[in-house]
């Protein structure tokens, strides 16, 4: 038997409903269709009066889901594409990030992103939005590399009394398989070290995790070790995971499928610059898409992303100093 | 459907007690802005001091026809006669104001940013419109877990605030959902500086309701038995299943947008129009005329007010504020978080 990521998720939401009655769904087409990825396929059928259709409303989606952790229940909120969740930017973070500062009242929803560019989707179905959702206090931010972590985290992610924004990575839907689902899993918040190495450590996350790991495979022919550190959960950022890995390595690269200017990896790097210099043997380098809107065609997309290519020439120049 | 005992006596209330009741709110309220006025304009109340002078009859009206502990009640900034009469402890106001550590959002946020979740009122996000989606979530949820029996939620905003995409999408929510939702509008002409006619081209606010297939109706809202009477029926009706409720009270509003306003875009005419009527006294000679109370009554509801105002303040005043030391500086809920 194998299992995708998409499948995970599924998975991950029917265990949810089945322990627990607080917990339901609300999306676009998540009812009887199954929704745009299948993504709840077959669990209206389990769940008919917890799986539920919701109007094109983003705003009032999520001001539905805070309503309803107000009265003890443990929503998620299904986006039909990371990129709409921008009509329910206001409601997620003024309203759901900041109910528990202002009112002592935990705001346990989670919402679901999915997120990132596949070939052909353009610039209004392909945005990597965590940045954006982790730039405000009270969200939890994360954004699953695996088919396990994408069952497991999202579990943790449901279980969690605040507010998480769940990024899960639609290239990595079809693409990624495991074996099985996990019984044990690390804690959502902690990153995982994917692959040890000794010249340079990537600090990365989500689809950019795999192009890592294909760059790492082919350096490590010519004889160069690459640490690859999975973050997993971009905020809270496990920095002690990061900074154990370049005391190890001396080089950092953090890579990031979302747009260059600010950003994960302009955090990553400013918090290994200010807690972890002088365990630095080479300026730290940074990857990001570019700083365009999301191209269309695939010959456009291929290159307007970070991949494994022009991670290899980030990283030999960054051995090289 | 309509059920239990909270209901059978609602019904049983004819109108007066119910004006009696919001009017002794509507004086409290009245009391209590003018006392928080005078301490801002002293320069003892850091941020904004936002008042419903003139709209303290529909906001009571609305509110007394509540019941608390078991409806939902999410006010916005000109309800403090609503808060009142929905159960909201007038110290806890005044802690908001005057920045008490022991304040409901323990000097977090100030003014009318303040509410108890918990006890069926949320406490307003500035955002205009984003309250009234989540009082559909509560109602929602309610639904869902079978405890909703026939209770209600009901949430205010300004004429301006239509305007905004959040309402649209909340009473589109409602209306297909069909939940016991209430929304009043309190439409005193202006949003902040801005007339109507910038804000919307219908005729009349109610008109957006026929677009939701929804109920809406209009009410003056300068007049305390006419709101009552208005929002006891809305009610009943929400509670009995015939889904959302769109009411909108016609008035001015009797201040500045803020207290710093001295609303120079307010024309001689319109204050002087029946829309300027100030609800408060209409309603106190009403209140005489029908013989609901004297003037000995009512004179002890303005020196009760007066006295539970002074002591409200009194204790806000006293308490510590907030210690930038000692203070819980986390925004997460879950312990996992903070460490
Ligand atoms: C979405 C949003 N935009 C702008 C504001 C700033 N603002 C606060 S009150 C106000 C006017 C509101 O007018 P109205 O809804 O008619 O209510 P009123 O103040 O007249 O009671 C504005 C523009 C806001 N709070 N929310």
């Not at chain 2, 609602?10 to 509507?26: H, P, Q, T, Y």
């Not at chain 2, 009245?30 to 941020?47: C, H, L, M, P, W």
């Amino acid at each position: 038997m194998s299992i995708t990521y998409l499948e995970a998720i599924r998975e991950a939401q029917s265990v949810a409903l089945q322990k627990n009655d607080e917990v339901f769904i609300y999306g676009q087409d998540i009812g009887f269709f199954g929704g745009a990825f299948k993504s709840t396929k077959g669990l209206y059928n389990e769940f008919p009066d917890r799986v539920l259709d919701s109007p094109i409303s983003e705003d009032a989606m999520v001001g539905l889901a805070v309503g309803a952790a107000i009265e003890g229940m443990r929503p998620i909120v299904e986006m039909q594409f990371a990129d709409f969740s921008s009509v329910g930017f206001n409601q997620i973070v003024n309203q759901a990030a900041t109910l528990y500062w202002r009112t002592s009242l935990a705001c346990p929803i989670t919402i679901r992103l999915p997120s990132g560019g596949t070939p052909g989707s353009g610039p209004f179905h392909s945005q990597c939005m965590e940045t954006i959702y982790a730039h405000y206090p009270g969200t939890v931010v994360m954004a699953p590399s695996t088919v396990e972590d994408a069952y497991s985290m999202l579990l943790d992610a449901i279980s969690i009394d605040d507010p998480v924004i769940f990024c899960e990575h639609k290239y990595l839907y079809y693409h990624l398989k495991a074996q099985q689902l996990p019984k044990k899993a690390l804690p959502a918040t902690k990153a995982r070290i994917v692959r040890p190495g000794r010249h340079a450590t990537i600090v990365t996350y989500s689809a950019m995790v795999h192009e890592a790991v294909s760059t790492a495979e082919k350096l490590s022919e010519d004889g160069f070790e690459i640490e690859i550190v999975d973050l997993r959960c971009v905020k809270p950022i496990d920095i002690e995971t990061v900074l154990g890995s370049i005391a190890r390595t001396g080089r950092v690269l953090a890579i990031g499928e979302a747009f260059p200017w600010g950003g994960v990896t302009a955090e990553i790097i400013s918090q290994i610059t200010s807690e972890g210099f002088n365990l630095l043997d080479a300026p730290p380098a940074r990857l990001n898409s570019l700083d365009t809107p999301i191209p269309y065609h695939p010959e456009l997309w291929r290159f307007h992303r970070p991949t494994a290519h022009s991670i290899e020439d980030k990283i030999r120049k960054l051995i090289k100093e | 459907m309509a059920s239990g005992a909270d209901h059978e006596d609602n019904l049983k209330n004819d109108s007066s007690e119910m004006v009696l009741d919001a009017f002794r709110w509507m004086v409290l309220a009245r009391t209590f802005e003018d006392k928080i006025s005078s301490i801002y304009k002293a320069g003892k109340i850091v941020g904004g001091v936002y008042v419903g002078k003139g709209q303290e009859a529909f906001s009571s009206a609305l509110a007394v026809n509540l019941v608390k502990g078991k409806d939902i009640y999410s006010p916005l900034i000109r309800d403090m006669a609503g808060r009142s009469a929905f159960g909201e402890p007038l110290v806890d106001a005044a802690r908001t104001y005057m920045g008490s550590s022991k304040g409901p959002t323990q000097g977090r946020d100030g003014n009318v940013h303040r509410g108890n979740p918990r006890e069926g009122m949320p406490a307003m996000i500035s955002h205009l419109g984003a309250m009234i989606s989540v009082v559909n979530g509560i109602l929602f949820a309610r639904r869902m877990k079978g405890t909703l029996d026939d209770a209600v939620g009901a949430t205010t905003i300004g004429d301006g605030g239509t305007s905004t995409g959040a309402f649209h999408e909340a009473l589109n929510l409602a209306a297909v959902e069909n939940l016991p939702l209430i929304v009043s509008v309190a439409n005193n002409q202006f949003a902040y500086s801005t007339p109507n006619s910038k804000q919307f081209a219908c005729d009349n606010i109610t008109d957006k309701a026929v677009g939701y297939g929804i109920t809406g109706v209009e009410v003056d809202g300068t007049d305390l038995v006419d709101c009552v009477n208005t929002f006891k029926l809305c009610v009943e009706k929400a509670r009995a299943g015939d889904g959302p409720q769109l009411v909108v009270g016609n008035l001015l509003r009797l201040s500045g947008h803020g207290e710093h306003d001295d609303a120079p875009y307010i024309s001689e005419d319109l204050r002087k129009s029946k829309l300027g009527e100030d609800c408060l006294s209409k309603a106190h000679n009403r209140i005489l005329d029908e013989g609901w109370a004297n003037q000995g009554d009512i004179d002890d509801i303005f020196k009760e007010s007066d006295d539970e105002v002074k002591s409200a303040i009194h204790t806000a005043e006293s308490e510590k504020v907030p210690d930038p030391y000692s203070h819980n500086w986390s925004a997460y809920s879950s312990s996992i978080l903070n460490e």
